[in-house]
């Protein structure tokens, strides 16, 4: 089992539509949880972190759950700008072990 | 401040050959990685190091060697080249301690390597 797993889509949306993505992890002692965007063919961008009472960066909602293990990221309104691949991420303990799903391709169309 | 640079861009190696892929940043971070991705494997951790000659392996460290001889400088040697080597290779850089924006890894914009 992987230990940040993703559903790898595409999700096809259009401009202005509401799009949530899901991960989930394998590592109950894991500290730290984050959303990356990485373009087409460039490095990956810290999108957010997520943090246990959920929080929002303009139309960006991320939640984490970890009970359940779980991390959303829901995009709202979306724009041709936010076609892109999200990767879910996980810091384990110790050192900044960051631990990569396979990412969630989102295409966002006119 | 340039941030994360990484060179060469592009690379082709035969099998066997060995090279250096360079890595520096201008943002006095302590924390320096190197990931390989690879299609449906999501990122993986090469090497790391937390400061100047401290260096540790990370989850795929065979067939990679690294130093940190100053706090910029962070290479990744390939020792000897080998198919399985092909991937796209990024170096990331991050403070020690936990910023505004949670623990943020900046990443160099990669190195694409192909070996023959």
């Known amino acids: 089992r992987k230990e940040v797993e993703q559903d790898p889509g595409p999700f096809n949306v259009p401009e202005g539509a509401t799009v949530a993505f899901n991960c989930t992890y394998s590592?109950?002692?894991?500290?730290?949880f984050f959303w990356y965007r990485q373009d087409c063919r460039k490095e990956p961008k810290l999108l957010m972190s997520v943090y246990s009472s959920g929080n929002e960066d303009g139309r960006f909602t991320a939640q984490l759950n970890r009970a359940s293990q779980y991390i959303s990221l829901l995009i709202r309104d979306s724009k041709l700008s936010d076609s892109a691949t999200y990767l879910c991420v996980v810091m384990d303990t110790g050192f900044q072990k960051l631990v990569f799903g396979t990412g969630t391709r989102l295409l966002v169309s006119p | 401040n340039a941030g994360v640079t990484q060179t060469p861009k592009f690379q082709v190696l035969k099998t066997g050959q060995s090279m250096t892929l360079q890595c520096a940043q201008d943002m006095n971070h302590e924390y320096m990685s190197w990931y390989r991705q690879d299609p449906g494997m999501g990122l993986r951790l090469i090497h790391y190091s937390v400061g100047a000659g401290i260096t540790d392996q990370g989850e795929v460290p065979n067939g990679y060697n690294v130093s940190r001889s100053t706090t910029e400088d962070f290479p990744l040697r390939l020792l000897s080249a080998a198919p399985s080597q092909t991937s796209v290779y990024f170096c990331?850089?991050?403070?020690?301690?936990?910023?505004?924006?949670?623990?943020?890894?900046?990443f160099g914009p990669g190195t694409r390597l192909t070996v023959l």
């Open positions: 590592n109950s002692a894991s500290q730290s």
């Open positions: 990331a850089s991050s403070y020690p301690t936990l910023g505004g924006r949670g623990y943020e890894q900046f």
